[in-house]
DNA sequence: GAAGGTTACGCACAACGTAAACATG
DNA sequence: CATGTTTACGTTGTGCGTAACCTTC
């Protein structure tokens, strides 16, 4: 799994429509939907309920945005880590 | 930055021998290789001293080593409440 | 019938293995 | 000179955009 597949699920649960949420990532609405797509057979769980018209966290789609959210944080202080000399 | 690369690293800071890192990730250890300095590049801190015949560990190496446990295991906590139905 | 999500197709880039090159003890 | 890491090169797979298709209000 990639990161950034992580942070396309954050995005869309957070605008709940997959143009807005594709054009926040630079990506194209298609393969936008793909991503989501591959997390959620990667997964083995429906994240997100779309009826064509509505888009809908799932009670695992909620959990598993919680988690990611941890995930992209600790991944900022990773990053932060990396760069700083030690402890000034 | 994709997941498998963190795991890469870390499996390399037990090891510090990349030809068994690289065997414990069933890749080549070319690859392996190009895998560990990608990270270190796109992080912009080089993370393993290597001396052809000695690796180890950097300052910056150790920090993220660490933070990258913590990823691994909080993507560990995202899968498992992915597929468990809420709280039985 | 218009807006929004999905599927099909094609191109381009990046992952990967193999093997040769380079470095160190 | 033997062990171990890096680089070069060719092949294969996958990411991605475009556009057509399906569904709902």
Do not use: N, W
């Not at 997390?39 to 966290?57: I, K, Q, Y």
């Amino acid at each position: 799994m990639d990161v950034e597949s992580l942070r396309c699920v954050v995005t869309l649960a957070e605008e709940l429509h997959f143009g807005r949420a594709a054009q926040l990532h630079y990506v194209s609405a298609g393969h936008f939907g793909r991503r989501i797509q591959r997390v959620e057979r990667h997964l083995g769980a429906r994240l997100f309920d779309r009826t064509s018209r509505r888009v809908a966290l799932t009670p695992a789609g909620e959990r598993v945005v919680a988690h990611a959210r941890t995930v992209l944080a600790e991944l900022d202080e990773l990053r932060k880590s990396a760069v700083c000399p030690g402890r000034p």
